[in-house]
């Protein structure tokens, strides 16, 4: 498992800082998990964790190949995780399956998409329609969509518009937060957010939510409660679209959350549980196929039979089109799941988890 830790700003809330081992005990716990199942089998399951710069990413990627690593697990933003992908078949062709446990953008499973991953992480498609379908349901159809100026920001605002089409949805208006790069500690005190974010988010059009686009943490935490019209707030803050949550009980999600707990003493987070899943991936793959032997088990994950339980009340199967996990979404509030996508009234002919995200007739994606 590779993390690549990039620079960024503090979160808004210091709730939010990551934790020093975010991703790593998720690995230790699956490994685990892991050798508890392959132990009936006589099998032996080992994790490597390294973490990295941007800078030294690749040599380390380089390096856990030389030592024999030909799954591995990768946590990174959407460029550095293709930079990874290209580098590993530079280095080892198909002999080495990246497994995608954090980037979401759509790009990488679309026109950038390749043979050499598996997509672990939800895409941007996935997360906001999973929201849209909820918002359908509860038949607030009119959306204020509030972006960020970053390029992340507006890959998630374009996905939401995208969302708003699928479904029937308006958008009153989209404006533009724009980041100033002020203090983060300094400029945004009770007394000015109280002032500005009113201020700002007023003489929208009538709508029934305010959707925020904030990947890079910005502006949306400060919206519930400040917003000029009484409106609920959803999407970046308020009700968030997310993998996992930890408040999450049902389907034995109790059992999961406590065990991690007992290793991390803390809560499990989506980037743990990410990590988490993409390795019992490859454990329930060693424990369906005939061997250990690489091309036997990357056929056994990408083959129509493969699927893998995840505390989600349902089986997960990978997309042959683009190999993305298909899962269901978590629709959370800070401290309660609200509800799960996909609703019940949106049906599919295959499966109703492909109306979250990009279906097979709609993906650019050419496997290469």
Known sequence: ??????????????????????????????????????????????????????????????????????????MAD???????????????????????????????????????????AASRAMKSDALAQFLMWKRWGKWYLVEGSHPRDKALAAAYARAATKFGAKLVETREFTDTGGGRRTDTGYVQIQQQMPVFTQRAPGHDVLVAA??????????????????????????????????????????????????????????DYQVWLALRLLGEAASRAPSTDFAALRDRLLGPQFEVGAFKGQKLTIRDWDHQLRQPILLATPAIVASVSPQDQYLHQTSALDTLGIDRPESTCKLK
């Open 1 to 74: 498992m590779l993390r690549v830790d990039t620079p960024t700003l503090p979160p808004a809330s210091r709730l939010d800082l990551p934790p020093p081992d975010l991703g790593l005990v998720g690995a230790e716990l699956a490994t685990r998990d892991n050798a508890t199942t392959g132990g009936f089998l006589g099998q032996t399951f080992t994790t490597e964790t390294a973490t990295a710069t941007p800078q030294d990413a690749v040599a380390k990627l380089e390096r856990l190949i030389d030592g024999g690593s030909a799954f591995i697990v990768v």
């Open 78 to 120: 959407d460029a550095q995780t293709l930079a990874l992908a290209d580098a590993a078949r530079a280095k080892a062709g198909d002999k080495v399956l990246i497994l995608n446990a954090l980037a979401e953008g759509d790009d990488l499973r679309g026109d950038d998409c390749r043979a050499n991953v598996i997509h672990v």
């Open 214 to 271: 904030d990947e890079a943490g910005t502006f949306a935490p400060y919206l519930p409660y400040q917003t000029w019209d009484a409106r609920p707030v959803v999407g970046s803050a308020g009700l968030t679209p997310v993998t996992w949550h930890p408040a999450a009980e049902a389907w034995g999600g109790t059992q999961l959350q406590t065990r991690f707990e007992a290793l991390a003493h803390r809560p499990m987070r989506e980037a």
